[in-house]
C-alpha cells in the first residue's frame, strides 16, 4: 500500500476514492505523496521518498515549489475546482459593499422587545444603499474565478472592464466578449466603482495593491480582495480608508491593522469552502495524483509540464530533468545503447524544467535495474520512475 500523507480538511470524496485505489492514508510508512489545502510547507521537512505534492485548491504560494523542483517532486494544484465557490462569495461581497445589510441585520435584531414595526420603518432610512446595475466593475486576473466573476457581474447588468496580461487563446475564450479588456492595470483602477482582484500571490504580486494604486482609485470605490493577504497592501489600503480615498474594503484575510475599522470587512478565507468546491478539488486532486503515480501522466502541475498520454505498452519511464540541450539525446542514446526498444518518447518544458516519457513493452529485469541505477547518472536527470501497466 502507498501511503499518503494529509494535512487540513480534505473532503471525504477524496480520502473514500484513496482508500478505494488501494493507498492508506497517514499510515506509519514513510509517504510518497503529501495532499493538503492552505498548510503552510514552507519550513517543513519533506519525507525523502516523496514524490508529488498535490494542492486540493488554486493557490499555491504555501508550498516551497522550488526547492521541491529541484528534488524532482511534482506539485500540482486543482485549477477552477473552488473557482465558483469563490465567484458566489465575491457576488455577496460585492451586494456587502453597496448596501449595509451587515448593519441593518444588527439593527433588526434590536428591534425586539419594542414596538417592531414602528422602530424598523421609522428608522430603516440608514440602511439605504445603492446598486450595482449601472455600476463599473474592474476585474484584476480574469483566470478561473475572475472570468467567472467578470461573466456574473455583466448578468447583474454592470459594466465590468478587465485585465490580464497572462490571457492566452485557451483561457481568453473564458470571458464573455462584452468585457472591456484595458491595456494596463491603470485603466481599470481608475475606472471602477469596485475592483475585484483574482491573481496569485506570487513574488511580483506581493504588494500589488499598494498606496500609489490606491490612489488611482475613485474614492467612492470599494475594494475587493478574496485572493490572498499580501497581494494588497492592507496599511495602505487602511491609510486610504481613514483618509476618505476608498470607501470600503472587503478581504478574506484577516490582518491585526484592519480589525475595528467600520469601512472594513473581513471573513476567515471562506472563498473555496463550500461542500462542492471542496468535493470537486479534492476528487480533481487525489485523481490527479493516482494518475501520475501509476502512470507517469502529470495533468495540472506547477512546476512541470503535462504530458497526458494513453498508457498502450507494458512499461513506461519518467525521466524528470533540466531544460538543457541534448537532454532527448543523450536519454534515446542510453536507451539504445542497452538494447531497449523505444516504443515511444514524449518530452516536454516548461521554464527550467523539463519531462520525459519512454514507452517501452520489452523490458527485461537487468534493463530494468540499469534504467533506476544508471540513467540518473545522465547529467542534468533529477530522478527517473519506472512504471508498469497493471492492464496489460
Ligand atoms: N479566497 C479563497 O478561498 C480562494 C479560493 C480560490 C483561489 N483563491 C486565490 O485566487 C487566486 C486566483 O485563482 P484562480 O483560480 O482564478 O487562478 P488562475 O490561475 O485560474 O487565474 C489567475 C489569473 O491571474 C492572472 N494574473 C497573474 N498576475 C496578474 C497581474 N499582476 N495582473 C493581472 N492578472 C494577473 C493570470 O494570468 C491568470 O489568468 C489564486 O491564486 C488564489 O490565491 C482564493
Ligand atoms: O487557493 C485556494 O484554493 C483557496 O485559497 C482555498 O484555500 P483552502 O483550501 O484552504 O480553503
Known amino acids: 500500500m502507498t501511503n499518503i500523507k494529509t494535512y487540513n480538511a480534505i473532503s471525504s470524496k477524496g480520502i473514500d476514492y484513496l482508500k478505494a485505489h488501494h493507498y492508506e492514508i497517514n499510515s506509519d510508512e514513510a509517504p510518497k505523496a503529501i495532499l493538503l489545502r492552505s498548510q503552510n510547507l514552507h519550513n517543513e521537512p519533506i519525507d525523502e521518498d516523496v514524490r508529488a505534492i498535490v494542492r486540493a485548491g488554486a493557490g499555491f504560494n504555501n508550498i516551497p515549489v522550488e526547492e521541491l523542483s529541484k528534488r524532482g517532486i511534482v506539485v500540482f494544484n486543482t485549477p477552477g475546482g473552488n473557482a465558483n465557490a469563490v465567484k458566489e462569495l465575491t457576488i455577496a461581497s460585492l451586494v456587502l459593499a453597496a448596501r449595509p445589510v451587515i448593519g441593518a ?17 421609522s428608522n430603516k432610512g440608514g440602511y439605504r444603499g445603492t446598486e450595482l446595475a449601472g455600476k463599473t466593475l474592474g476585474v484584476i486576473g480574469l483566470g478561473n474565478v475572475g472570468s467567472k466573476v467578470a461573466n456574473t457581474a455583466l448578468a447583474l447588468d454592470m459594466d465590468v472592464i478587465g485585465y490580464d496580461p497572462g490571457l492566452n487563446a485557451n483561457t481568453a475564450w473564458r470571458v464573455d466578449r462584452h468585457v472591456l479588456h484595458a491595456r ?13 482582484v483574482h491573481i496569485p500571490l506570487e513574488e511580483k504580486n506581493k504588494y500589488f495593491i499598494d498606496a500609489d494604486k490606491l490612489a488611482l482609485m475613485k474614492p467612492t470605490a470599494a475594494l475587493l480582495n478574496l485572493s490572498r493577504g499580501g497581494i494588497v497592501d492592507d496599511s495602505a489600503a487602511k491609510d486610504a480608508l481613514d483618509n ?11 490582518d491585526d491593522v484592519l480589525f475595528d475599522n467600520p469601512k472594513v470587512i473581513i471573513t476567515p478565507h471562506i472563498g473555496g469552502s463550500t461542500i462542492e468546491a471542496e468535493d470537486t478539488s479534492a476528487l480533481m486532486a487525489v485523481r490527479q495524483l493516482d494518475e501520475y503515480l501509476t502512470t507517469g501522466n502529470i495533468v495540472n502541475s ?16 519518467g525521466i524528470i530533468h533540466e531544460n538543457v540541450p541534448n537532454m532527448i539525446g543523450q536519454i534515446s542514446k542510453f536507451f539504445g ?3 531497449i526498444n523505444i516504443e ?11 519531462y520525459t516519457m ?12 540499469l534504467v533506476k541505477t544508471a540513467l540518473d547518472e545522465i547529467p542534468h536527470v533529477i530522478l527517473t520512475r519506472r512504471y508498469v501497466n497493471a492492464n496489460i
Open 337 to 339: 545503447d542497452h538494447s
Open 105 to 121: 441585520i444588527d439593527f433588526a435584531n434590536d428591534t425586539r422587545g419594542g414596538d417592531v414595526s414602528l422602530r424598523t420603518e
Open 344 to 354: 515511444q518518447l514524449s518530452n516536454r518544458a516548461v521554464g527550467p524544467y523539463a
Open 302 to 317: 506547477v512546476n512541470y509540464p503535462d504530458i497526458n498520454e494513453p498508457f498502450t505498452t507494458k512499461y513506461r519511464v
Open 244 to 254: 476618505d480615498k476608498l470607501r470600503v474594503y472587503i478581504t478574506d484575510f484577516a
Open 358 to 369: 519512454v514507452a517501452i513493452n520489452d523490458f527485461t529485469k537487468d534493463q530494468q535495474e
Open 184 to 196: 494596463n492595470v491603470e485603466e481599470v483602477l481608475t475606472q471602477a466603482d469596485y475592483v475585484t
